[in-house]
């Protein structure tokens, strides 16, 4: 059993209590992880709001080769913070190593634009002189989900470090490992103590601790809806900067004219990490002229893929918790019940672990729970459509709207639905992950705030603007 303490102003501190950590794949124990109290979170605040004093202070270029530096440090960890994220997530190790690269990514991407953190002159008349300027907001809450740590963990402190500001993160109690790790490395790539705390705990004991920490400046929550709505309410009475990212319950359509091989290959995209993923194309709509032929070519695919124990070798990962598992199970229980037909997967293949088939579902009606809920395993309800009215109709017709897909060789078609889909992003003619450089919002009940590329930058600081009387004469 490995143990993680929590880091509190580059100090790692143990705890009496602990929580255990599994391994999804077999459910056995793989660590130990100190849990964050109410004080232990205000401890943590308290120093990266004393760290903040300094850091903020750091000249751009500098706090750029910190950036660079936590990159570099990830990537000369990656097999040993890969085979954490392995053991925590039940995700393959060569998966495993490409969370911490793209992690690493994140860090390299900010740390290039630090000094692109700019303000703007604004023209006034004669006598003044008017400028704006963006500072960092203080102290940022981050608390991580467990179906990507690492790098949901890295999109966020990654720009919030790069704008100024210093961090408290809580990793979800499921998959902390991976996020102490970066806690590790950033301490010992030198970034000053404080700027970086991690304080796993309970989401009811630390995440509400950190919500209500009224020195947070800004607080940044990726999850479900519930905990996302609750975190709103929690400080509706401080007007601080939220980040919320929500989930999703994508649509994936494919019109007659599309690359179906291509088509196929993102349809079944949606497998990757067991569909626990918020912008997973979900929901596939086929176009009723290819309809059979199409769904022949995503039923092979997914029939041709090998649930199995081990890690490295299944197609498919294992469901984070055995709860997970069960609630996949109850709702393609009731997509049979709702008239569904499966014509893949539909069932837990063996005991050990929290696994579960890939399964793909027809004819279950538009209002079904598997069409509505975000499901967030390995489940594509797959429905037919006759006109593009019609389908984006019934793809915008979800409280959701993070990500779509499109696929169309005619793209006045792709920038006609493109225009019209209630979506964050609309991936046409290739269902591709979200990366740094573009941006990554959420419509509707997906979340709010502003993720990814530069318009991070705007979320993790606040402008001033100054304003000067000026006397020109020359004298
Ligand atoms: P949540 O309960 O929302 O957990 C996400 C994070 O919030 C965890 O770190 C959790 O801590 C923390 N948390 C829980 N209650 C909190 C509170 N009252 N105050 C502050 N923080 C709190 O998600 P889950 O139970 O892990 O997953 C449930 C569903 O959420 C999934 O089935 C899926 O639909 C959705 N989900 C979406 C995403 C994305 S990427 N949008 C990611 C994960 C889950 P703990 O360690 O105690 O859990």
Request: aromatic letters at 6%; hydrophobic letters at 35%; a negative charge.
């Amino acid at each position: 059993m490995r143990e993680y303490d929590l880091l509190v102003d580059g100090e790692t501190l143990s705890r009496s209590e602990t929580a255990t950590v599994r391994d999804p794949s077999s459910n056995q124990p793989v660590a130990s992880i100190a849990l964050a109290d109410e004080s232990d979170v205000a401890s943590a605040v308290a120093a990266a709001d004393s760290a903040f004093e300094e850091w903020r202070t750091v000249d751009p270029v500098t706090r750029g080769h910190h950036l660079r530096d936590v990159a570099d440090e990830l990537r000369a960890r990656k097999t040993e913070i890969a085979e954490r994220h392995t053991e925590e997530t039940g995700r393959s190790l060569s998966d495993s190593a490409r969370s911490v690269e793209y992690a690493a990514e994140y860090f390299e991407y900010y740390a290039g634009l630090t000094h692109r953190i700019t303000g703007e002159t604004v023209p006034l008349s004669h006598e003044e002189f008017d400028y704006t300027r963006r500072e960092p907001l203080g102290v940022t809450g981050h608390i991580i989900p467990w179906n990507s740590p690492l790098l949901l963990g890295s999109r966020s402190i990654a720009p919030a470090l790069a704008c100024g500001n210093t961090v408290v993160a809580k990793p979800a109690q499921l998959a902390p490992m991976a996020v102490h790790e970066l806690g590790r490395a950033a301490s010992d790539a030198g970034l000053p103590d404080g700027v970086l705390n991690i304080v796993s705990g309970r989401g009811s004991t630390a995440g509400e601790a950190l919500v209500t920490n009224d020195r947070i400046s800004e607080l940044t929550f990726t999850g479900s809806k519930a905990v996302g709505l609750h975190i709103r309410e929690s400080v509706s009475d401080r007007l601080i900067p939220l980040n919320l990212e929500l989930g999703g319950k994508s649509p994936n359509i494919v019109f007659a004219d599309a690359d179906q091989e291509a088509a196929a290959e993102g349809a079944v995209k949606l497998f990757n990490n067991a569909g626990q993923s918020c912008y997973a194309g979900t929901r596939l709509f086929v176009a009723d002229g290819i309809y059979d032929e199409f769904i022949d070519r995503v039923v092979s695919r997914v029939e041709a893929m090998n649930v199995q124990r081990d890690p490295n070798e299944t197609d498919v990962s294992a469901l984070i918790s055995p709860s997970a598992q069960s609630e996949v199970a109850s709702y393609v229980d009731s997509a049979r019940e709702a008239g569904g037909s499966i014509s893949a997967g539909g069932r837990i293949p063996f005991e050990e672990g929290n696994f579960y088939e890939p399964t793909v579902i027809e004819d279950v009606p538009d209002d079904a729970a598997v069409s509505c809920e975000e499901i967030f395993g390995p489940v594509l309800t797959v429905y037919r459509f006759d006109s593009e009215r019609e389908v984006v109709e019934r793809a915008n017709d979800t409280e959701y709207g993070l990500y779509a897909g499109v696929w169309t060789s005619d793209l006045d078609r792709a920038n006609r639905i493109a225009d019209h889909l209630e979506a964050g992003t609309v991936t046409v003619n290739n269902y591709a992950s979200p990366i740094p450089q573009v941006p990554f919002p959420a419509y509707k009940q997906s979340g709010i705030g502003s993720e990814y590329a530069t318009a991070a930058l705007h979320h993790y600081t606040k402008v001033k603007n100054v304003r000067m009387s000026v006397d020109r004469t020359l004298r």
